[in-house]
């Protein structure tokens, strides 16, 4: 069975800086899409964050120059680093895996920054 597990989430305040983890068991990040998205209530989900399967990665315009994505192969386990947070960054984050075939979901994780 395919989980995707992400953690890592909070309240920081403005400014501040958070790491969040997508841990997958029953599938690996190796060669396969690795992603990160947010969503708002009320809102679309949106890109955050995407790294291919050559490890290239591209990122949503709002998040450019304050987020990193990473994977760690060895531990299975897909980073995003996030800095200079602010409110507008306040969503739940979902951690994204696809293969060629199908598409998997965390559960997410609650981010809170507050002014």
């Known amino acids: 069975q395919v989980k995707l597990v992400e953690s890592g989430g909070g309240l920081v305040q403005a400014g501040g800086s958070l790491r969040l983890s997508c841990a997958a068991s029953?599938?690996?990040?190796?060669?396969?899409?690795a992603g990160w998205y947010r969503q708002d209530p009320g809102k679309q989900r949106e890109l955050v964050a995407v790294?291919?399967?050559?490890?290239?990665?591209n990122y949503g315009d709002s998040v450019k120059g304050r987020f990193t994505i990473f994977r760690d192969n060895e531990r299975n386990t897909v980073y995003l680093e996030m800095n200079s947070l602010k409110p507008e960054d306040t969503a739940v984050y979902f951690c994204?895996?696809?293969?060629?075939?199908?598409?998997?979901w965390g559960q997410g994780t609650q981010v809170t920054v507050s002014s």
């Open positions: 994204n895996l696809k293969t060629y075939w199908n598409d998997y």
């Open positions: 029953g599938i690996t990040f190796y060669n396969n899409v």
């Open positions: 790294i291919s399967r050559s490890d290239l990665s």
